[in-house]
């Protein structure tokens, strides 16, 4: 993977020109008292690195004339380590990780300067470590008073994500294959529930034995906290208690993905407890699946990131009217946005480092357009939350709906040629999900 860290800064450093960037690893984070979770590096520090520890930060500077690729990090200390773990150390940051110069983190302010110094600008995203975000403006107010005298140096800041993550939006061959293994563990994940589901089983049994199967093999552990909501949970849509009793007629709604080497999948299926759907669970069901099917179809090269909702959103807003949830003419119902009490969310989000990936959405009033390497999930949904009032012009909600939360969602790449769906392997026809 180092020829491709190395290939994505040298991608940056081509964007960046006579800029400097700057880009500092993730904090550690304190779970309770002095007990920290387990350390997650920042996706960007992470993309342009590999490199896995905290209290590190990393520089291009494709102007300087020996260093374009710096590392500043925690040096070698055995006492230190033998408590929190081994640590990478000057010597190796530069071997292991291809910097040309690596220094401790404690000499940041001393060496830093040089590499910004003949910048045109500072490219620093500002992050939530103000302490950080302090140490670069005095950098760049330093050399904004010394500029006259020299007639150089950085004028401006950018933000790192304006070069970097249109990059990252897009995946290589590499960055694939990591998903696929995400994708791939979680599909044996959710089947495994599917299986083992039934009547008087709690929620967290069946989280239990999916991330039990996401560490057994060789995933990080879930992309995020895994939502197992039964009945009425399922109207919650980011539901991560996990402590009911699952009973005879309810839906369980499973959204959980696995993080494998970083990059991450994130599946949502529902199926009923019992092994069958009640008329009133089948019915809305059908509906959500034909509006997945419909907007999957819709993510190929060329089409609106946008196109697969408004897809959805047609298809649900049919439905919808046909079981008399809504009432209206459909152009009309989906301009006025009168789905949404039922439909709140979107239907789709980037997927990669993050679960919810950067990149941009929307250009101004242009849509972003989809395009190969891209990865993004397909989730339509309906909710009948208890307690909805109805608008005025709307029908009152019949009780034998109210409760029912239902989601399908599938990880979808987009090719040259139209899409591959990374999460195909999780059940979803109903003939499939019901026993």
Not at 135 to 146: A, D, G
Not at 269 to 277: A, H, L, M, N
Request: hydrophobic content about 35%.
């Amino acid at each position: 993977m180092q020829a491709e860290y190395k290939q994505r800064r040298e991608q940056v450093m081509a964007k960046i020109g006579q800029g400097t960037a700057i880009i500092r690893s993730a904090p550690t984070a304190v779970m309770h008292n002095d007990v920290e979770y387990v350390y997650r590096q920042d996706s960007d520090f992470y993309y342009l690195t590999g490199f896995n520890e905290a209290q590190a930060v990393a520089v291009l500077a494709p102007h300087h004339e020996e260093h374009k690729f710096i590392l500043f990090v925690q040096p070698k200390d055995k006492e230190k380590e033998v408590w929190s773990g081994y640590r990478c150390g000057v010597d190796a940051a530069k071997e292991v990780y291809g910097a040309d110069i690596a220094y401790p983190i404690a000499e940041l302010d001393e060496k830093l300067p040089q590499y910004l110094e003949k910048a045109d600008r500072i490219y620093y995203h500002i992050g939530r470590d103000k302490s950080f975000n302090e140490t670069v403006f005095t950098h760049y107010q330093r050399l904004l008073r010394t500029y006259p005298r020299r007639g150089m140096g950085p004028t401006a800041i950018e933000d790192t994500c304006t070069v970097l993550h249109s990059l990252r939006l897009h995946k290589s061959d590499a960055e694939l294959d990591l998903m696929r293994k995400a994708a791939e563990i979680a599909v044996e994940a959710h089947n495994h529930a599917l299986s083992i589901t039934k009547p008087g089983r709690y929620e967290y049994e069946i989280q239990a034995e999916i991330e039990h199967i996401f560490r057994l093999r060789g995933g990080m552990g879930p992309a995020y906290p895994s939502i197992v909501a039964a009945g009425k949970n399922a109207c919650v849509l980011h539901y991560i208690e996990n402590n009911c009793q699952m009973q005879e007629n309810d839906l369980l709604l499973i959204d959980a993905g696995c993080a494998y080497g970083y990059y991450n999948s994130d599946i949502t299926r529902t199926f009923p407890v019992s092994g069958k759907f009640t008329g009133e669970q089948k019915a809305l069901y059908e509906i959500v699946l034909e509006a997945q099917k419909q907007a999957i179809q819709e993510v190929k090269p060329g089409n609106a990131f946008d196109a697969p909702h408004k897809k959805a959103v047609r298809i649900l807003t049919e439905g919808l009217v046909e079981l008399g949830l809504l009432k209206g003419e459909i152009d009309k119902l989906i301009e006025e946005e009168k789905y949404k009490p039922f439909y709140m969310h979107r239907t789709s989000h980037w997927l990669g480092l993050d679960v919810h990936d950067v990149g941009i959405y929307q250009h101004g009033e242009n849509p972003q357009v989809l395009q190969p390497g891209q990865v993004l999930t397909i989730e339509p949904g309906l909710y009948i939350v208890p307690d909805t009032e109805p608008a005025e012009d709307q029908p009152a909600i019949d009780p034998r709906w109210v409760g029912i939360g239902i989601r399908i969602e599938d990880d979808v790449l987009v090719t040259s040629e139209g899409n591959e769906v990374l999460t195909a392997g999780v059940a979803k026809e109903i003939e499939d999900v019901e026993r």
